[in-house]
């Protein structure tokens, strides 16, 4: 691929980046600098790291960065699902959420077990 932005998990984790922020902007806004903004940056996190490790030199850095895309999932995962707990989102928009970063996981780790090939 020529460019990052062909891969189908860089296209998702940016669909999901902006579900992100289109349902964390309802969250109440003393949370504005607390668990919205970690939940944002973790979920752009995703797509950037992704993006940073395509444009390093060779598959061993891609690789590295794709795993921390991974983590980075895992802890918008965790802080999605403490806003469910909380109520700041209802079960709808929880799992809209997380069922497309599971999907960005899948893909995710599929690129990693094709590139590690």
Known sequence: MKT??????????????TNVY????????????????????????VPSNFAEG????GNKEFIRFIRISIGSLYECQ???E????????NSDDFELLFNQSKEIEA??????RKIEK
């Open 4 to 17: 990052y932005r062909e891969f189908i998990a860089w296209q998702k984790a940016m669909a999901f980046v």
């Open 22 to 45: 289109k349902l964390t902007h309802t969250f109440p806004k003393e949370e504005q600098f607390g668990l919205t903004s970690q939940i944002r940056r973790s979920a752009v996190s």
């Open 54 to 57: 395509f444009g390093r030199k």
């Open 78 to 80: 965790t802080q999605l």
């Open 82 to 89: 403490i806003s469910k707990n909380i109520e700041y989102l």
């Open 107 to 112: 893909l995710i780790r599929g690129l990693e």
